[in-house]
């Protein structure tokens, strides 16, 4: 394991400004809404703040307080943060990101997690945190061959903690991070203490039965898991098809990159006129700034076409995983674009130990509502199995 020091070269500081203030842009559509996508006008403006108004070093500086190293697993460049607590006996866990994010999502709330004493908390509360980049994403760079699926990377995650001297850990994840982590317990149950997700989704298995007796409320989610499969998956379908024809736009224009992930933000989040109703400005273009340094706007599309069948897109949905092996706890915040159903859960995951249901926040809850999202894993840790 090397120590990994984040240092953008000053040229690719230069040349983003320059593509950015070169930018050729379309003409604004009549009903200039987000009802086609990213507005121009906004998307101006966001653009315009990011070359002469986003601060890159202040971003990487802060980045770089937390120690950072770099190993390779099965063949691949694995980037990640290590942020052990002052707590000697704080409960390890590893967090994965997702797609759109990167671990920059999880800046506020490295504090609070690992060093609760310091944050008005109870010491007895704290994690020791490692947080990997996918692979094909941010600094761990484009894999060197294809084929990296969630089970792959999920058998990655075991080896990169076991390496680690990490024997007994807490999994925790949100988007792909959720399914990853939902692996990782299936695949190291004797090593996994419990998965915490702040992402399930919950689709019906076409029994009729199992929709009988359900809430209203209950097929209101239901509708939200429809209207995310009908108009707000086009990118998995884009990305888990034709990653590659994406690809030059994403590499070549930074607005294009901006753009695709801040739409998602927008549709994602528990915002109303614009993402930074959500999240913070400066944080969001931390994590599209990632993308475009890195140049991994191209292998992150990849790794939806590694995954193609085991997407919600897939033609033919995935076999259902036997129920998991350890403890489950789960977060809900409203305005995720897919919603768990309780009843269609308990199945599955027969020893939920932790279900919270919020009423404020987003897909992205770390970056969103990092005071819930510290507070929920609080919760979760004290729901855990006695002497873990």
Not at 301 to 305: D, P, R, V
């Given at each position: ?72 697993i ?20 590893i ?26 908390g ?9 947080i990997p ?58 090593n ?10 919950t689709?019906?298995?076409?029994d009729p039965?199992?929709?009988a ?22 990118y ?8 590659q024809?994406?690809?030059?736009s994403?590499?070549d ?11 998602k933000?927008k549709?994602?989040?528990?915002s ?15 994590n ?8 991994t706007?191209?292998?992150s ?5 590694d995954n193609?069948?085991?997407l ?31 009843r ?24 969103e ?7 929920d ?7 855990l199995?006695?002497?873990?």
């Open positions: 394991m090397e120590p990994f020091r984040i240092d953008i070269p000053q040229a690719d500081l230069d040349d983003l400004r320059n593509r950015l203030a070169g930018t050729r842009w379309p003409a604004d559509p009549l009903d200039a809404d987000w009802s086609r996508g990213v507005p121009a006008a906004y998307l101006k403006e966001l653009a315009e703040y990011w070359r002469t108004g986003f601060d890159w070093r202040a971003a990487e500086a802060r980045l770089n307080t937390f120690p950072q190293f770099t190993t390779t099965d063949g691949a460049n694995i980037h990640f943060m290590h942020v052990r607590s002052p707590e000697a006996d704080a409960t390890p866990m967090m994965t990101h997702g797609w759109p994010g990167s671990p920059a999502e999880f800046l506020d709330v490295i504090g609070p997690l690992t060093d609760p004493r310091a944050h008005g109870d010491p007895g509360d704290a994690y020791h945190l490692v980049t996918l692979p094909g994403f941010g600094f761990s760079g484009p894999p060197p061959e294809s084929g990296w699926t969630f089970p792959r990377v999920a058998q990655a995650w075991g080896e990169l903690m076991d390496r680690l001297g990490y024997q007994r850990y807490v999994v925790q994840g949100e988007d792909i991070g959720a399914w990853i982590s939902l692996l990782l317990g299936h695949i190291r149950p004797a996994v203490i419990a998965v915490h997700v702040n992402f399930l989704i689709p019906p298995s076409g039965a199992e929709l007796g359900l809430a209203e409320a209950d097929f209101a989610r239901l509708g939200l898991l429809t209207r995310y499969a009908d108009e707000l998956s086009g998995m379908k884009l990305q888990a098809t034709r990653p024809t994406l690809a030059y994403l590499t224009s930074p607005v294009g990159q901006l753009a695709w992930i801040v739409e933000f549709d994602w989040t528990d109303e006129k614009a993402p930074e109703d959500a999240v913070d400005r400066d944080q969001l273009l931390t599209v700034a990632l993308y475009w340094f890195t140049a706007g191209a292998s599309a990849h790794f939806y076409y193609a069948d085991l919600p897109t897939a033609p033919t949905p995935p076999p259902t995983p036997p129920p998991l092996p350890v403890p489950l706890g789960v977060a809900v915040y409203p305005r995720d674009p897919a919603l768990p159903v309780r269609l859960a308990d199945p599955l995951y027969p020893d939920i130990i932790h279900w919270a249901e919020y009423d404020r926040g987003g897909h992205f809850a770390a970056m509502e990092p005071d819930l999202f510290v507070s894993l609080r919760a979760f840790k004290s729901a199995p006695s002497g873990q």
